[in-house]
């Protein structure tokens, strides 16, 4: 039996811990902070109870899938509730856009705004379901070390097919012209992504996902799905060490045969890192063992961060649906601020999750829970003030939307910003997505799985492949496990 440290409670870090303990290996993960979960931790405030990241619950095929690894299923856990509509995208006071569930609703819907337009969605999703179905199944199960995997697989004539090397702005111009289709198809890509002109167009998938599969709610809210997982590692036997900042790997022989935590030493087989890639590199391995150094992160084009307000207000908020993005600004002068002239928005897009629509549980009585995100670039200098400055753009466009102004119901307040993900999380430059899905960081080109210099660390989570997101974070624990277990065999 093998001794094996993880570092980090994220859905990486829980994913690898219990696929590694199923196989028999004794696993300890290391968090630094007191709850596990990572950025889908959770709080309570007065009654109310808060997802302090993930809201979106899609791709729940990746979710099931990872728990029937373990003979379980979603339905153990929470109910996951599908969300009808799905979100709604706010373009002005009197012109949204809901998002059915159904989805033939949803394209007579688009049929309605540009003619045509219903079909050529239909075309879209079918193209962006072969792309969901190989990408999902197969390549994002890739370790990204070369070429060959895509060769053996037989990939990389699918990698043309995929539309690996084209751009999704271009392909989604070849089927709406409509600027308010455009913007709901490239919603997903920017949050957590790039620019959409510089996004391959295989993340189309991701449209797949939000536009066919739906949008769903595990009920009680994220927090019950960082419960699943928790549940499944303890079942396993893996040990959680709580409150314990891992300060350095010992190195002897190429090899980590210590981590030092808090002050103390202990022993180790082989590590998974899902802490923040850079921050492991740069902070607990010397340099001649790191992968890279600090200009390749520098030139790395990380996605957003965020301004984050929790609020709780105790009266209902009619006219929010659960999922709002509030795109009554311009989108593309709004990413060029977060990609290229970086800075503090002009006249920021915005998001806003209302949970306590669906589920009366994260509320007191008549209240409502309410979480704003603006994206933002990473490494921003973040002020009380500017945050107090964005609140206020954020909140009088919400009053002004609902036809109601509720300052004087907010009973509860709480900001997270680039300052936070940096203490909190030890978050390069306080990215709140790792990086950015440019061709030139996908697949093979992302940051290593696999340490070339140390024999038995692993990398996972959000900034090696797959990518950003919960179910590539649940995939990169997999797959890190995997890895993990072909180097203790030989
Ligand atoms: C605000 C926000 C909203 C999001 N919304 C969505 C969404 O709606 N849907 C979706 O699918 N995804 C969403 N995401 C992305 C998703 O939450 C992340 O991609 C995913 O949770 C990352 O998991 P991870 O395990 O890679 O990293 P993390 O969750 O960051 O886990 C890494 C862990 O390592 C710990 N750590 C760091 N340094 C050390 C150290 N030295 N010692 C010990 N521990 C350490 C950290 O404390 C952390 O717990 C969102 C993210 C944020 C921030």
């Given at each position: 039996?093998?001794?094996?440290?993880?570092?980090?409670?994220?859905?990486?870090?829980?994913?690898?811990?219990?696929?590694?303990?199923?196989?028999?290996?004794?696993?300890?993960?290391?968090?630094?902070?007191?709850?596990?979960?990572?950025?889908?931790?959770?709080?309570?405030a007065q009654g109310f109870s808060y997802d302090m990241g993930p809201s979106w619950y899609w791709m729940p095929d990746v979710f099931e899938r990872f728990y029937n690894l373990f003979g379980r299923t979603t339905e153990d856990f929470y109910e996951l509730k599908k969300l009808d509509p799905g979100f709604q995208v706010i373009f002005g006071n009197d012109d949204t856009v809901k998002i059915p569930a159904d989805f033939d609703e949803l394209c007579d819907l688009f049929e309605s705004i540009e003619k045509g337009s219903g079909n050529q969605l239909r075309k879209?999703?079918?193209?962006?379901?072969?792309?969901?179905?190989?990408?999902?199944?197969?390549?994002?199960?890739?370790?990204?070390?070369?070429?060959?995997?895509?060769?053996?697989?037989?990939?990389?004539?699918?990698?043309?097919?995929?539309?690996?090397?084209?751009?999704?702005?271009?392909h989604v111009r070849q089927f709406f012209t409509n600027p308010q289709l455009?913007?709901?198809?490239?919603?997903?890509?920017?949050?957590?992504?790039?620019?959409?002109?510089?996004?391959?167009?295989?993340y189309s998938l991701m449209n797949y996902a939000g536009l066919k599969q739906g949008t769903f709610y595990p009920m009680g809210g994220f927090g019950k799905v960082i419960e699943a997982f928790k549940t499944i590692a303890d079942e396993l036997g893996v040990e959680f060490k709580a409150n314990e900042n891992v300060e350095k790997l010992e190195i002897s022989a190429n090899k980590v045969s210590h981590l030092i935590s808090n002050g103390q030493s202990f022993n180790t087989d082989a590590v998974i890192a899902s802490a923040d890639y850079h921050h492991v590199e740069s902070k607990l391995l010397p340099k001649e063992f790191r992968n890279y150094n600090e200009s390749y992160w520098d030139k790395r084009t990380f996605a957003p961060?965020?301004?984050?307000?929790?609020?709780?207000?105790?009266?209902?908020?009619?006219k929010l649906e659960h999922h709002n993005l509030f795109f009554d600004a311009d989108l593309d002068i709004h990413s060029a601020e977060i990609y290229k002239n970086i800075k503090w928005p002009t006249d920021p897009l915005f998001y806003v999750c209302c949970p306590s629509k669906t589920d009366h549980t994260v509320v007191p009585e008549g209240s409502e829970n309410l979480?704003?995100?603006?994206?933002?670039?990473?490494?921003?200098?973040?002020?009380?003030?500017?945050?107090?400055?964005?609140?206020?753009?954020?909140?009088?466009?919400?009053?002004?939307?609902?036809?109601?102004?509720?300052?004087?119901?907010?009973?509860?307040?709480?900001?997270?910003?680039?300052?936070?993900?940096?203490?909190?999380?030890?978050?390069?430059?306080?990215?709140?997505?790792?990086?950015?899905?440019?061709?030139?960081?996908?697949?093979?080109?992302?940051?290593?799985?696999?340490?070339?210099?140390?024999?038995?660390?692993?990398?996972?989570?959000?900034?090696?492949?797959p990518g950003p997101g919960v179910p590539p974070s649940i995939i990169s624990g997999q797959v890190a496990a995997t890895e993990l277990m072909k180097y203790l065999k030989n």
């Amino acid at each position: 039996m093998s001794s094996i440290s993880v570092i980090g409670s994220g859905f990486a870090g829980l994913s690898a811990a219990s696929v590694l303990a199923a196989k028999g290996n004794s696993v300890t993960v290391f968090e630094k902070n007191i709850e596990i979960g990572g950025r889908a931790r959770t709080f309570g405030a007065q009654g109310f109870s808060y997802d302090m990241g993930p809201s979106w619950y899609w791709m729940p095929d990746v979710f099931e899938r990872f728990y029937n690894l373990f003979g379980r299923t979603t339905e153990d856990f929470y109910e996951l509730k599908k969300l009808d509509p799905g979100f709604q995208v706010i373009f002005g006071n009197d012109d949204t856009v809901k998002i059915p569930a159904d989805f033939d609703e949803l394209c007579d819907l688009f049929e309605s705004i540009e003619k045509g337009s219903g079909n050529q969605l239909r075309k879209f999703i079918k193209i962006a379901e072969i792309k969901y179905n190989t990408g999902i199944n197969d390549l994002v199960y890739q370790p990204g070390h070369s070429f060959k995997e895509f060769l053996s697989f037989g990939l990389l004539k699918d990698a043309f097919s995929l539309q690996i090397f084209s751009s999704f702005s271009k392909h989604v111009r070849q089927f709406f012209t409509n600027p308010q289709l455009i913007s709901i198809i490239e919603f997903p890509v920017l949050f957590l992504g790039a620019m959409p002109k510089d996004t391959p167009a295989l993340y189309s998938l991701m449209n797949y996902a939000g536009l066919k599969q739906g949008t769903f709610y595990p009920m009680g809210g994220f927090g019950k799905v960082i419960e699943a997982f928790k549940t499944i590692a303890d079942e396993l036997g893996v040990e959680f060490k709580a409150n314990e900042n891992v300060e350095k790997l010992e190195i002897s022989a190429n090899k980590v045969s210590h981590l030092i935590s808090n002050g103390q030493s202990f022993n180790t087989d082989a590590v998974i890192a899902s802490a923040d890639y850079h921050h492991v590199e740069s902070k607990l391995l010397p340099k001649e063992f790191r992968n890279y150094n600090e200009s390749y992160w520098d030139k790395r084009t990380f996605a957003p961060s965020s301004l984050i307000y929790y609020l709780g207000i105790d009266k209902k908020v009619p006219k929010l649906e659960h999922h709002n993005l509030f795109f009554d600004a311009d989108l593309d002068i709004h990413s060029a601020e977060i990609y290229k002239n970086i800075k503090w928005p002009t006249d920021p897009l915005f998001y806003v999750c209302c949970p306590s629509k669906t589920d009366h549980t994260v509320v007191p009585e008549g209240s409502e829970n309410l979480f704003l995100l603006m994206p933002i670039a990473p490494g921003l200098n973040d002020t009380e003030e500017l945050r107090e400055q964005y609140f206020k753009v954020m909140m009088d466009r919400i009053y002004k939307y609902t036809g109601e102004n509720f300052s004087e119901n907010i009973v509860y307040k709480r900001s997270y910003c680039v300052s936070n993900f940096i203490e909190d999380y030890n978050a390069y430059k306080g990215n709140a997505y790792g990086l950015a899905n440019t061709l030139f960081q996908t697949a093979i080109f992302k940051p290593k799985l696999k340490s070339k210099k140390i024999k038995n660390l692993f990398f996972s989570g959000q900034l090696t492949v797959p990518g950003p997101g919960v179910p590539p974070s649940i995939i990169s624990g997999q797959v890190a496990a995997t890895e993990l277990m072909k180097y203790l065999k030989n």
